[in-house]
């Protein structure tokens, strides 16, 4: 079910991002940017749970597209430190809105006391699998 719930809300995100040239796998990218900028890329893999390699590919995507740019970290010349342009701060209020309208959308059919359930017992799953994955790193 979770899958079911993940697929859709791609096709709804690639679907409200295509005006901007963008695409449902860079949004977890530009919607933390909003949230955190000055964040570094390595960081940023790491809290959106997503290899290296596909963060980095998704801001270069977003680097040429003028959303983002990288500056290079002067304490730590290995170290990429992420913002948004002027262009991304401009579609930052409907990346909140697109953010907003699916949680409504996926939500709707919920109470406000189902939806508090279900927003507890579904970071309660996230954090299990997160530790899971950290042990499994670990070992």
């Known amino acids: 079910m979770i899958s079911i719930i993940s697929r859709t809300q791609f096709v709804l995100i690639n679907e409200r991002l295509r005006p901007f040239g963008l695409s449902a796998g860079q949004f977890p990218v530009l ?31 977003l680097v040429g597209a003028g ?12 170290a990429v430190r992420l913002f948004l342009t002027k262009k991304g701060e401009a579609i930052a209020p409907e990346l909140l809105r697109i953010d907003r309208e699916w949680e409504e959308l996926a939500c709707s059919c919920l109470s406000p006391a189902d939806r508090e359930k279900f927003s507890l017992l579904t970071e309660s799953v996230a954090l299990n699998c997160r530790n899971t994955l950290e042990k499994m790193e670990a070992d």
């Open 31 to 61: 919607i933390t940017l909003v949230v955190r900028q000055n964040i570094m890329q390595d960081t940023l893999s790491r809290h959106l749970h997503i290899d290296k390699g596909a963060v980095a590919r998704s801001v270069a995507k």
């Open 67 to 78: 959303y983002v740019r990288r500056i290079t970290d002067p304490g730590n010349r290995r």
